[in-house]
């Protein structure tokens, strides 16, 4: 009995130390292969189906490719499009496709597929934001190399849009299974997958440009911030696609084995107002809560002051970009006056927030700076998604909320009455319509002074803009700082020895 | 016997039925709609009562159980409305994780219980044997999750001698395999180990005061050797029907070990299905779980009654 058990416990100690520290032969360290981490898994491969960020982050530039994409800067450039022209009254797109394009299946990339593609988003995606091609009137072939989209009206929306996932090139014998094999003209293909730990790509064999610097990459996901952080502290993986756990980033810097990037995103945390109520139907009261608000005090505490103060709908990285962060400057004093003046001297408000870190956080910070103007706010924190999307989301059952919204150039939203914020603005729906309509000059002056009017009218009070910090081993270079595109790009990346 | 034996087989039957009915009504009535969370944002009135209509959920919910419960009786768990995939391969391929997790757990609690509740047993007299006792005492209150954050920094983050986490199947690498199976099992077996090693003592105490083996001591044989040779066979019985009631613990346990060791297993799988209101998916999940736990009781019932003589004319 005691033999075996300390043959058990030697055996143990074997496997234990027969491996060189710091490797891990699951990911083999031998230069052509990455392991990147990542909070969110895609639940399939079918973002034409199903919603979410993860699915795009993962395959977008990587595996599907568009006629354009963004670069890190948030301009349009070319991808399978080689170039494109614009008509005079801007409703045509004339766009010249690179030669020798062949999808990972085998079957060749032509206008053909362009006009498929598009044409699908119609009549086969099933998700909302398959909307961003209803201005599409139809789709021409001039001959294989070259694809002609006529619009019903003006859009400047539309060709930022083709750099999503609605503009992924797809071709007709490559979507039967969608969910399970993307097909697609990327420098990567899907092999493998392992629900709830990770998906393999490998470098596709017919992708017509240069090989990627990494051959082999494994996508590994981890629902826990510790876990994932530690995955990179133990060699587990070789870069954090995006921290998520502020606290842990000064624990990367010190380290001399990794490289921390810090850029920023497209999302903004958001402590909306429900426009369409009272007592928040009153601009006075909003614009009291916002002066209420220490935004500099609260990114110190919900976030260790990483992330941008942005005080309008517009990340940086827009052409559109100007900095409104000092338009309510932190004022109690006046805050406790508009109050006054608007008859509502004590109020008492619910804070209905998602139960995510970031959410609860900030919630408390909110609660306590508007208790010191006379303000009592009741947090409630919601099941997330599902009950925040029914009761918050949908019924418009609050009064202040707190969430991130992640999608580029969502400052839309408000033109639209209908959504959860209520605000109903005409004079934003037509600024907002003459921008997308304009030429590049004329929409970078109108989204500006939408940019300014929801400032004024304190349509919401932007909170701060999530920062984009990524952590990597030092061999790791290329990785693009402002995350403003959907995808993780692959493609960027490079390697020093 | 033969009559108790079906009237067990009939209870263990209609529990199970029970048990279906109760997990169909609870994932019904979680709050949230499953068509929104798959749309996400800015989804339309028409969009949701479509995919609604795509996942049956717009039907009466009798309807749906009867249609779920056919499914499941035939092998069918259905498709998830998330990864749009048959949830009865994913459930299978999920349950082989939990169960090697489990099956890893429970080895590594004896290879602690045993040795340690044994030793403790022999020597209740001295200072080494109320020593162990206060140490399993402890480890009792250690709970898995927090034994498991213990060793990734010790074995995974210092010494990076262990992988932090995530899984290799076995036939894909067995070594790899092997040492990502270590801290998980060692987190969870443990706790378990601190468990069983109070049940060993107490068992081997008894047999240290039964008569026979006095008997073999007095025959000449060293006290060890008649321990070993005679008295932990018995002693193994209660044990093992302890070890039976364990089990379930042993899977709750896992659900969290699973999660902080990010090991694709069932209880990772149930954490996200009912994050994404999955819920034929939940079903299925809670569903083989709940089965697992009445066949265990089942089957420990089962033994006591052909272990037990006075049971056999029982009913």
Request: hydrophobic share 45%.
């Amino acid at each position: 009995m005691k033999a075996r058990l300390v043959a058990a416990a030697l055996a143990l100690l074997l496997v234990a130390s027969g491996c060189s520290a710091g490797s891990s032969a699951f990911v083999p360290d031998d230069g052509s292969t990455l392991a990147v981490g990542f909070a969110a898994e895609p639940q399939n491969f079918d973002f034409t189906r199903t919603d979410g960020a993860a699915i795009p982050q993962a395959l977008l530039y990587n595996v599907y490719e568009g006629l354009v994409k963004l670069d890190d800067q948030g301009r349009v450039v070319p991808l399978l499009a080689d170039s494109w022209t614009v008509s005079q009254d801007r409703l045509v797109y004339d766009f010249a496709l690179k030669p020798g394009v062949t999808f990972s299946n085998g079957a060749e990339f032509t206008a053909e597929d362009v006009k498929f593609s598009i044409n699908r988003v119609k009549t086969d995606w099933t998700i909302s934001i398959k909307s961003k091609m209803d201005v599409v009137d139809r789709v021409e072939v001039l001959d294989p190399l070259r694809a002609r989209v006529v619009l019903t009206k003006p859009s400047n929306a539309w060709l930022f849009d083709m750099a999503s996932r609605v503009g992924a090139m797809f071709t007709p014998t490559g979507i039967a299974d969608l969910a399970n094999k993307p097909v697609g003209t990327g420098p990567y293909e899907v092999t493998s997958r392992r629900r709830g730990d990770s998906i393999l790509l490998q470098a596709n064999r017919r992708f017509r440009g240069p090989e990627p610097a990494y051959r082999t990459v494994y996508l590994k996901y981890y629902k826990d911030p510790t876990a994932l952080n530690n995955a990179l502290l133990s060699n587990g993986i070789d870069v954090i696609g995006t921290i998520t756990a502020p606290d842990s980033i000064p624990q990367f810097e010190a380290d001399s084995r990794f490289n921390v990037v810090q850029g920023t995103t497209n999302s903004e945390v958001v402590l909306a107002f429900n426009n369409a109520k009272e007592p928040l139907n009153d601009v006075r009261v909003r614009r009291a809560l916002t002066l209420a608000i220490d935004r500099k005090a609260l990114l110190a505490t919900a976030w260790a002051n990483r992330g941008t103060l942005i005080g309008s709908m517009v990340p940086p990285t827009d052409p559109w970009y100007e900095d409104l962060s000092a338009a309510h400057p932190h004022d109690p004093a006046q805050a406790r006056a508009l109050l006054a003046e608007a008859g509502k001297p004590a109020l008492n408000l619910r804070l209905r927030i998602p139960n995510l870190p970031y959410a609860v956080s900030s919630a408390q910070v909110v609660a306590s700076q508007l208790a010191e103007v006379g303000v009592t706010v009741t947090i409630e924190p919601l099941d997330f998604p599902a009950v925040w999307l029914k009761q918050v989301f949908t019924d418009h059952d609050y009064d202040l909320s707190i969430i991130q919204h992640v999608e580029a150039r969502d400052i839309t939203t408000f033109g639209r009455p209908s959504f959860y914020w209520g605000y109903d603005s005409q004079k934003t729906r037509d600024l907002l319509a003459k921008a997308d309509a304009g030429t590049p000059e004329e929409q970078v002056t109108a989204m500006r002074e939408v940019a300014r009017t929801l400032s004024d009218d304190a349509a919401a009070d932007w909170l701060f803009l999530f920062p984009n910090v990524v952590a990597a081993k030092k061999k790791v270079t290329g990785i693009v700082r402002n995350q403003v595109s959907e995808s993780f790009d692959l493609t960027t990346l490079g390697r020093s020895e | 016997m033969t009559a108790r034996i079906l009237r067990r087989t009939a209870i263990f039957l209609v529990s199970l039925l029970a048990a279906s009915i109760v997990v169909f009504v609870f994932t019904a009535v979680l709050p949230g709609d499953p068509a929104q969370v798959a749309l996400g944002v800015n989804a339309t009135p028409e969009l949701l009562a479509q995919t609604r209509q795509e996942f049956g959920i717009d039907r009466p919910l009798p309807t749906q159980y009867f249609d779920w419960l056919g499914g499941v009786l035939s092998g069918d768990f259905g498709k998830s409305y998330v990864t749009r995939d048959a949830i009865g391969p994913q459930l299978a391929d999920r349950l082989g994780v939990t169960l090697w997790l489990v099956g890893a757990g429970m080895l590594v609690a004896l290879l602690i219980a045993v040795p340690l509740g044994t030793l403790a047993a022999v020597r209740h007299r001295r200072a080494s044997g109320t020593a162990i006792s206060a140490v399993s005492q402890l480890g009792i209150a250690v709970p898995a999750f927090l034994a498991g954050i213990l060793l990734v920094q010790v074995f995974a983050v210092q010494l990076q001698w262990l992988p932090a986490g995530g899984w290799t199947p076995p036939i894909q690498d067995p070594g790899e395999f092997l040492r990502g199976l270590i801290l998980p099992a060692l987190s969870l077996g443990v706790v378990q180990g601190a468990v069983l090693t109070r049940y060993v003592r107490s068992s081997v105490l008894d047999v240290l005061g039964e008569d026979y083996l006095r008997t073999a001591r007095s025959k000449g044989l060293m006290p060890g050797r008649a321990l070993v040779r005679h008295g932990l066979r018995n002693a193994a019985i209660p044990v093992v029907t302890v070890l039976g009631l364990q089990l379930t613990t042993l899977l709750v346990g896992a659900v969290v070990v699973e999660r902080v060791f990010v090991l694709p297993g069932l209880g990772s799988m149930l954490l996200d299905a009912v994050a994404a209101r999955d819920l034929l998916t939940v079903q299925g999940i809670v569903l083989v779980l709940v089965a697992g736990a009445l066949l265990v009781n089942f089957l420990v019932d089962l033994l006591y009654t052909a272990l037990d003589p006075k049971l056999r004319g029982a009913r």
